[in-house]
Antibody
Framework: EVQLVESGGGLVQPGRSLKLSCAAS????????MAWVRQAPKKGLEWVAT????????YYPDSVKGRFTISRDNAKSSLYLQMNSLKSEDTATYYC????????????WGQGTLVTVSS | AIVLNQSPSSIIASQGEKVTITCRAS???????LHWYQQKPGAFPKLVIY???YRASGVPSRFSGSGSGTSYSFTISRVEAEDVATYYC?????????FGAGTKLELK
């Protein structure tokens, strides 16, 4: 059974940094692209980042480019999201997701971890 | 960025009723790259339909999808109580991946 478990969320002040983690199990992690998708409170879904199987290629929307960094450790079956220079608009639940590259859909999702950016 | 316009934004339906949600893209998308998700209250999103018309594993046959180019639709043939959720379309054709704003389905 595919399992994705996020951690690392919490309350952080504007301008500070936070690193999220996602522990994967139930599949061969190194064979799949992975992604982060977020959802602001009572709002819709927003794609945040995608990483290739080896980690050599990463993709971001303009809203987080230069501030967020996605990475992975295939030996640990873990995905990460380093978030710097956080803004109030980054407040959201962050989901880790497994990507199906045939059509870039998000086949499996974790339960999410809440990040609140506030002073 | 490709904008996905989803309509309606909300639906109130009776059990057993047929409901259809449309998703219109600002640019043409290959049908391989248009997908639908279900998010029940308080839960994480779940893939329902991928590549326009393929049901994800375990998804009941009352869910279906169709479309091409810039116009796509998602249908529940006979709504059940467990279908109460918000439904989102998503395109993976070009970066940034984008989602529709969502359609909230409630029961009458």
């Amino acid at each position: 059974e595919v399992q994705l478990v996020e951690s690392g969320g919490g309350l952080v002040q504007p301008g500070r940094s936070l690193k999220l983690s996602c522990a994967a199990s139930g599949f061969t992690f190194s064979n799949y692209y992975m992604a982060w998708v977020r959802q602001a409170p009572k709002k819709g879904l927003e794609w945040v980042a995608t990483i290739s199987t080896s980690g050599s290629r990463t993709y971001y929307p303009d809203s987080v480019k230069g501030r967020f960094t996605i990475s992975r450790d295939n030996a640990k079956s873990s995905l990460y999201l380093q978030m710097n220079s956080l803004k109030s608009e980054d407040t959201a639940t962050y989901y880790c997701a497994r990507v199906a590259t045939e059509g870039n859909w998000f086949a499996y999702w974790g339960q999410g971890t809440l990040v609140t950016v506030s002073s | 960025a490709i904008v996905l316009n989803q309509s309606p934004s909300s639906i109130i339906a009776s059990q057993g009723e047929k409901v259809t949600i449309t998703c219109r893209a600002s640019s043409s998308i290959s049908s391989n790259y248009l997908h639908w998700y279900q998010q029940k209250p308080g839960a994480f999103p779940k893939l329902v339909i991928y590549s326009t018309s393929y049901r994800a594993s375990g998804v009941p046959s009352r869910f279906s999808g169709s479309g091409s180019g810039t116009s796509y639709s998602f249908t529940i043939s006979r709504v059940e109580a467990e279908d109460v959720a918000t439904y989102y379309c998503q395109q993976g054709s070009s970066n940034p991946n984008t989602f529709g704003a969502g359609t909230k389905l409630e029961l009458k």
